[in-house]
């Protein structure tokens, strides 16, 4: 379309603009956070359909409009958000993703790897990869792109589980899973290094304890670390197999 712009970009955040309308905040991989107006967006039977849907990933035709907020005039669908909103813990998941993109990330800039890493880590929440282990790997993976990549020592069973996490090539995700309270120690970590480089709070607790395995798979789960095939992965075996259980304003989304 003449004047317009077309943009690779993932669904962020939806507000209520006015009475008919959404703000729809969007991450593309050309430009980075934008604020789209949508108009008509809250009106019944309106043209954008399940386009707007959390965390759908769209090709949009978006122009300057007279004030600041540029306008959203055309979606076409590259993968829709279903394959999310039928899982509650995947599409919390999904939309924790969104706030650290948002918390991490200025608005208005490029950063085409993060772009990169969070379709990857949607397409794995997708293919039914543990959604605690998806959720530390992406962490891991944007606070290194953004440049706060975090040091590990090898002291807790957390950090071993950080430490191999960082060094993991996607692919080799599925199959593993984390002990609950391992990957919540895990979170809360993460959580803390993402609220010291941010302008916001982010908390880890609640969702990870409704994502994370249950004790009994603790030595299981530390060998499917180990299977990542790492280089230097700080899980061995013998480690693993000896281990014991450790002691008990107005925003809508989309």
């Given at each position: 379309m003449?004047?317009?712009?077309?943009?690779c970009a993932?669904n962020?955040r939806?507000?209520?603009l006015?009475?008919?309308d959404?703000?729809?905040v969007?991450?593309?991989?050309?430009?980075?956070?934008?604020r789209?107006?949508?108009?008509?967006?809250?009106?019944?039977?309106?043209?954008?359909a399940?386009?707007?849907?959390?965390?759908?990933?769209?090709?949009?035709?978006?122009?300057?409009?007279?004030g600041?907020?540029?306008?959203?005039?055309?979606?076409?669908t590259r993968?829709s958000?279903?394959?999310?909103?039928g899982?509650?813990d995947?599409?919390m998941?999904?939309?924790?993703?969104a706030?650290?993109?948002?918390?991490?990330?200025?608005?208005?800039?490029?950063?085409?790897?993060?772009?990169?890493?969070?379709?990857?880590?949607?397409d794995?929440?997708?293919?039914?990869?543990?959604p605690?282990v998806?959720?530390?790997?992406f962490e891991l993976?944007?606070l290194?792109?953004a440049g706060?990549r975090?040091?590990?020592g090898?002291?807790?069973?957390?950090?071993?589980?950080?430490?191999?996490?960082?060094?993991a090539?996607p692919?080799?995700?599925?199959?593993v899973?984390?002990?609950?309270?391992?990957?919540?120690?895990?979170?809360?970590?993460?959580?803390n290094?993402?609220s010291?480089?941010?302008?916001?709070?982010?908390h880890?607790?609640d969702l990870?304890?409704r994502?994370s395995a249950?004790?009994?798979?603790?030595?299981?789960?530390?060998?499917g670390?180990?299977?990542?095939g790492a280089?230097g992965?700080?899980?061995?075996?013998?480690?693993?197999?000896?281990?014991?259980?450790?002691p008990g304003?107005?925003?809508?989304?989309?």
């Amino acid at each position: 379309m003449s004047g317009s712009e077309a943009l690779c970009a993932v669904n962020l955040r939806a507000y209520p603009l006015g009475e008919s309308d959404k703000i729809l905040v969007v991450f593309s991989r050309e430009r980075g956070i934008l604020r789209l107006a949508a108009r008509g967006a809250r009106k019944t039977g309106n043209k954008w359909a399940g386009r707007l849907e959390p965390l759908a990933r769209n090709v949009l035709q978006v122009i300057r409009g007279r004030g600041s907020l540029e306008q959203l005039i055309g979606a076409d669908t590259r993968v829709s958000g279903a394959g999310l909103l039928g899982d509650l813990d995947r599409l919390m998941v999904g939309l924790r993703f969104a706030e650290v993109v948002m918390a991490l990330l200025p608005e208005a800039e490029p950063y085409p790897e993060v772009f990169a890493a969070l379709e990857t880590a949607l397409d794995l929440l997708v293919d039914r990869v543990s959604p605690a282990v998806v959720s530390l790997w992406f962490e891991l993976t944007i606070l290194d792109l953004a440049g706060y990549r975090p040091e590990f020592g090898e002291h807790t069973l957390a950090q071993r589980l950080l430490a191999a996490l960082q060094e993991a090539e996607p692919r080799l995700l599925h199959g593993v899973e984390a002990p609950a309270e391992i990957a919540l120690e895990a979170s809360e970590i993460l959580a803390n290094t993402i609220s010291r480089h941010a302008e916001t709070e982010i908390h880890a607790a609640d969702l990870m304890k409704r994502l994370s395995a249950p004790l009994g798979a603790q030595k299981e789960s530390l060998n499917g670390v180990e299977a990542l095939g790492a280089p230097g992965a700080p899980v061995s075996s013998a480690a693993a197999a000896s281990l014991d259980p450790p002691p008990g304003a107005d925003e809508e989304t989309l």
